[in-house]
């Protein structure tokens, strides 16, 4: 029955009830991948963290378990990571899974303290349903820093240790331990360099391959200071050595450009492909969006890649092949439908537009515009705008290539647009609140359409 709630999406994970936001410790293990998630699960605004959990076998379809971490003596719990210790390191037992992540202990941070905010472990011998709380937390102190958290732990084959990137107010501090308990400071990263309009939050690292060169990324969320001035994804390209991180560039790169991604990251354990998730909200307004029992949900699974071009590397997103086994239906330019993926293809780079609509007036435009070689996404007229001053708006990303045939693919849901064009060079992503669902989805353009496909999801 709660699929029917307004608003509620259809293809992306929100929780039952309450509140959500960073994914976090998202892991495979054993044909399950887990997602766990910034949760305060008796209210619908941001409070005391805890760590929903919910599991699924294709990253589509989604099913939420009971609390996975609850608040203890050292704090709540943001956010963190997880990953299954192979090599029983931290001698917890075979394949356990273990969670990294920030106990924020109000009752310090009230009383003045800058060092609120510690790092701790919890392992699980069942595949995330029970957990315990390592007696030896925290892991790692806070050396004096108010904005200590967030920490992505990954192993790191070449050196056979753990590395842990954390961030640290403006940049990011490396960590490494050989068994998840001990850990060392290796290096600092970014002062300089990037974005700083707000706080350094939620970092990742993992390397892509470029034709066999191992080429690597560094994601670093912001809030504020994102491309449209409240929550973003940045990330650097670069290369690691097992101590520090240097990157191949200088200027920002955005892994979405939309106002409605971020603290995504990627998954651990998921060998021959990375893939990324996001929460599809913005801090600037995420605890008044029009949602009733619930607030949030994450983007869908998406794919990364690299891509070299002239400006140097460009992680590129595209939704997870698993999205493509669905009904498809296809040459029809009127579409009675939303809550699908709608790809189209073009011969030679136009103007064009696809309108979401409900027979109330009510719509969301997002196209392509030749001349400022952008993508656009606006929802100024969308629906309910009024709960936020500055929710009605426009937002653009550039064209990265001058390739003669464009791509296009949407993923459209009850209340969400994800837009991916060029083979995922250029992201947005969206949120909306019309007042009765859109049931109307009309594409307008001045050019032949090679190729149109629309799935519907179930
Ligand atoms: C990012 C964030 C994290 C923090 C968590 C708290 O959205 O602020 O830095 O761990 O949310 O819920």
């Not at 032949?448 to 496909?453: A, L």
Request: aromatic letters at 14%.
């Amino acid at each position: 029955a709660w699929a029917q709630e307004m608003h509620r999406p259809a293809i992306h994970f929100s929780p039952k009830k309450g509140w959500m936001n960073d994914p976090n410790g998202m892991v495979y293990l054993n044909g399950t991948y887990h997602l766990f998630f910034q949760h305060n699960p008796d209210s619908t605004v941001w409070g005391p963290m805890h760590w929903g959990h919910a599991v699924s076998k294709d990253l589509v379809h989604w099913k939420e378990l009971p609390i996975a971490l609850y608040p203890d003596s050292l704090g709540t719990i943001f956010s963190g990571s997880a990953v299954v210790d192979f090599n029983n390191t931290a001698g917890f037992g075979k394949q356990a899974m273990v969670t990294i992540y920030t106990n924020h202990n109000h009752r310090l941070e009230a009383a003045g303290s800058d060092k609120f905010q510690n790092q701790s472990i919890a392992y699980s011998l069942d595949e995330g349903k029970t957990w315990t709380k390592y007696n030896g937390n925290p892991v790692l102190s806070n050396p004096g820093i108010r904005d200590f958290r967030d920490p992505k732990v990954s192993w790191y084959e070449a050196g056979k240790k753990w590395i842990m990137t954390l961030a640290t107010k403006d940049r990011i501090t490396f960590y490494s331990s050989p068994d998840l308990k001990h850990w060392k400071e290796e290096s600092q990263f970014g002062k300089d360099l990037g974005a700083h309009g707000g706080v350094w939050e939620c970092p990742d690292l993992f390397p892509l391959n470029d034709n066999g060169r191992e080429i690597w990324v560094l994601i670093v969320n912001i809030n504020p200071g994102g491309p449209n001035g409240g929550s973003g994804t940045q990330y650097f390209t670069g290369s690691f050595d097992g101590h520090s991180f240097k990157a191949d560039h200088t200027g920002t790169k955005w892994l979405d450009y939309g106002p409605d991604e971020y603290a995504g990251v990627t998954w651990s354990n998921t060998p021959g492909r990375r893939i990324f998730l996001g929460w599809m909200s913005n801090w600037d307004y995420a605890n008044v969006v029009p949602t009733q029992n619930w607030r949030s949900a994450t983007s869908i699974a998406r794919e990364l890649k690299l891509v070299k071009t002239s400006d140097g590397y460009l992680v590129a997103s595209q939704p997870v092949r698993e999205f493509n086994k669905v009904k498809t239906s296809t040459g029809n330019y009127h579409i009675k439908a939303t809550k699908g993926k709608l790809a189209l293809s073009l011969s030679r780079a136009a103007s064009f537009t696809v309108t979401l609509s409900n027979d109330v007036g009510e719509q969301t435009v997002i196209g392509y515009d030749h001349q400022k070689r952008e993508y656009f996404i606006d929802r100024r007229l969308s629906g309910d705008t009024a709960f936020h001053n500055g929710f009605a708006a426009r937002y653009t990303v550039p064209r990265f290539t001058h390739s003669a045939v464009l791509d296009l693919t949407l993923v459209i849901d009850v209340s969400s647009v994800e837009l991916f064009a060029d083979g995922g060079r250029s992201v947005m992503t969206a949120i909306f609140f019309p007042h009765k669902d859109y049931t109307d989805l009309n594409i307008s353009r001045n050019v032949p359409v090679k190729k149109i496909s629309y799935e519907e999801f179930e």
